[in-house]
């Protein structure tokens, strides 16, 4: 009861262009006339954003190495120093760094995912909130196993000019006590700290079920824990947009799901015509082909039930044949690798049915979505 419990918070935007400016004013203090350099607005606010998440000492560090690495306060002086911050958030073992150069054009389908999250594209902007607009909290993607959940959420990051981070629940489990509930809550104020981003939970439903967060196992560490994740996901104003996906949204705590955490949920089905045509043209593309050699609409009618991952895999394995034969890839040898594909939604067509049905007229569709005029 003596002692008295002060927490340090990472520094804030105000504390971070503190330190940028003692870094500017440090290198032209000798400097005259033209030998001084320039700090431009959209440097000044892109190096303050990129150091957000790294403690006062670190945020000095990386803007001093910056510097030393590119002699100028330009575009490479942003990325030197958010490449030191990816360092720093890895050390943590709470959040891995993505590299992504997946943009909406490399996806096929989902039309109505990307439509949703282009009308956002501004929503992180200063004209957002002088408009009264809160930032997105993010969305939610259910549906079958490779139909495209985890590659177009890194698209979205590259939609909206972030960096991505990966959520790796597992890892913030611990079998010592006590571990568990802080390692959520140090997870929660880095991302807290990082400012924007889109933080990639992929395949939630294998730790964050019914059951594994009624504690029931564990003396309630679990449920202790998923308590602090969702007061989080509900309270937080800070602009990371979370992207979760899920296999089975049948097994998703009610908690989880309900409106509040997140902005929207969406269901990912089989793709249909039209976008089996979108990832066939991606898919070939892909691998170097232009898709005026291939009978498209007969492509189409054969990958009927198939997944776009499925897709993307009979291509490729119709690129090994013909290349096994010394011949250039063609329509039949697509179509002989997509008549011998048994697609997942036969072998798995009552676990689909089910939870296609128990969705229904409850999540958003991922392809469709009506603009307003």
């Known amino acids: ?135 997105p909290k993010g969305l939610g993607l259910a549906g079958i196993a490779g139909c495209g959940k985890t590659l177009i959420s890194k698209g979205i990051a590259n939609e909206f000019g972030f960096p991505l981070y990966q959520l790796d629940l597992g890892g913030l489990f611990s079998k010592y006590v006590g571990e568990t509930e802080n390692n959520f809550i140090q997870m929660t104020k880095t991302v807290d700290s990082i400012g924007r981003c889109v933080l990639l939970i992929d395949e939630i439903e294998k730790y964050l079920n019914s059951g594994a967060t009624s504690g029931a196992g564990d003396s309630g560490t679990s449920s202790r824990s998923f308590a602090t994740f969702l007061s989080w996901l509900n309270d937080r104003t800070n602009p990371a947009f979370i992207v979760y996906t899920s296999n089975n949204h049948l097994i998703l705590p009610i908690e989880l799901i309900r409106p509040g955490r997140f902005d929207t949920l969406f269901w990912v089905d089989l793709p249909n015509v039209d976008e089996r045509k979108d990832i066939l043209n991606v898919v070939i593309k892909k691998f170097g082909r232009d ?7 007969s492509l189409v009618a054969a990958s009927d039930k198939f997944t776009g991952a499925e897709i993307d895999n009979a291509f490729k394995d119709a690129m090994f044949a013909s290349f096994s034969e010394n011949k250039e890839i063609n329509n039949s040898y697509v179509l002989k690798e997509f008549n011998s594909v048994v697609p997942q939604s036969i072998t798995n067509e009552t676990a689909i049915t089910k939870m296609r049905d128990a969705v229904e007229g409850r999540l958003r569709l991922a392809t469709d979505f009506i603009e307003t005029p």
Request: proline share 4%; aromatic share 10%; glycine share 6%.
């Open 1 to 135: 009861k003596d002692i008295q419990m002060v927490d340090y918070d990472l520094p804030d935007e105000k504390a971070i262009t503190a330190k940028l400016d003692i870094i500017f004013d440090a290198v032209n203090r000798d400097k005259k006339g033209k030998d001084k350099l320039e700090l431009p607005v959209e440097i000044k606010e892109g190096a303050i954003e990129a150091a957000k998440g790294m403690t006062e000492t670190e945020v000095e560090n990386a803007f001093a190495l910056a510097i030393v690495e590119n002699r100028s306060f330009s575009a490479p002086y942003v990325k030197s120093v958010f490449r030191e911050k990816i360092q720093q958030v890895k050390k943590s073992g709470l959040l891995n760094f993505v590299e992504s150069d997946i943009n909406f054009d490399k996806v096929g389908g989902l039309g109505g995912v990307k439509a949703w999250i282009k009308q956002r594209k501004r929503a992180f902007s200063k004209e957002a909130r002088a408009y009264g607009l809160p930032f």
């Open 291 to 297: 898709a005026k050699n291939f009978d498209i609409p």
